[in-house]
């Protein structure tokens, strides 16, 4: 059942975004290279293909919200998976929570997010306004 508005999920985008990119300082994990880099790198991905999503917040418009709800997807599984990729679930929990947690939040988003802007709506056979 999707029941996310795509304005909704984009502001969640944004923000999930910088979380990931702010996380190893959040919760203290700066210091372990993987642990590190893996929310770094897919925050900034994920903001970049935001920028690019055919979406209320998106600003070029090249990305279907299909696409982007399957990049959120694969996304959140390989950060849920990454402590075990990257040998880090070994560590305490302040390291490995987050990636897990975050990475299901967004398999979780992926699959409830309606896959059309209300923009793109029809009402009784004609395109609403943006």
């Not at 090249?62 to 560590?91: K, N």
């Not at 975050?102 to 896959?115: C, D, K, N, P, S």
């Amino acid at each position: 059942m999707r029941f996310i508005p795509t304005r909704i999920h984009g502001i969640l985008d944004y923000v999930i975004g910088v979380a990931l990119i702010a996380a190893p300082w959040i919760f203290g994990f700066s210091d372990q290279r993987a642990a590190m880099w893996v929310p770094i790198i897919l925050g900034a991905g994920l903001i970049l293909y935001s920028l690019l999503t055919d979406y209320e917040l998106g600003v070029i418009k090249a990305i279907p919200m299909p696409v982007h709800l399957a990049l959120d997807g694969i996304s959140g599984l390989f950060l849920a998976a990454s402590p075990w990729l990257f040998g880090f679930a070994d560590e305490s929990w302040n390291v490995w929570v987050p990636h897990v947690v975050v990475g299901v939040f967004e398999i979780l988003a992926a699959l409830t997010t309606q896959t059309r802007p209300a923009y793109e709506m029809v009402e009784g056979g004609r395109r609403m306004g943006v």
